[in-house]
Nanobody, 115 residues
Framework: QVQLVESGGGLVQPGGSLRLSCAAS????????MDWYRQAPGKQRELVAE???????KYADYVKGRFTISRDNAKNTMYLQMNSLKPEDTAVYYC?????????WGQGTQVTVSS
């Protein structure tokens, strides 16, 4: 059974940093594309960043230069380093792993940016 567990969320002041982790189990995740999404209250879930099985990355425009996605296939873990956080980054952050036929979601971790 596939399981994704996010961690690393919390309360941080504007300008601060957090590092999110997504630990995966129950599958051969080095073959999957891995994504971070986020959902703020009253808004749709949106893609934040993606890293493919080959290591290619892409980012939403609003996080470029501030967030860095990475993966460690040996540990079946994906990370999101978030720097220069802004209040508008406040949301529940979810990890997703997918291939051409399957898609799995974690339970989410809350990130709150506030002074």
């Amino acid at each position: 059974q596939v399981q994704l567990v996010e961690s690393g969320g919390g309360l941080v002041q504007p300008g601060g940093s957090l590092r999110l982790s997504c630990a995966a189990s129950g599958g051969i995740f080095r073959l999957y594309t891995m994504d971070w999404y986020r959902q703020a209250p009253g808004k749709q879930r949106e893609l934040v960043a993606e890293v493919t099985s080959g290591g290619s990355t892409k980012y939403a425009d609003y996080v470029k230069g501030r967030f860095t996605i990475s993966r460690d296939n040996a540990k079946n873990t994906m990370y999101l380093q978030m720097n220069s956080l802004k209040p508008e980054d406040t949301a529940v952050y979810y990890c997703n792993v997918h291939n051409y036929k399957d898609s799995y979601w974690g339970q989410g971790t809350q990130v709150t940016v506030s002074s």
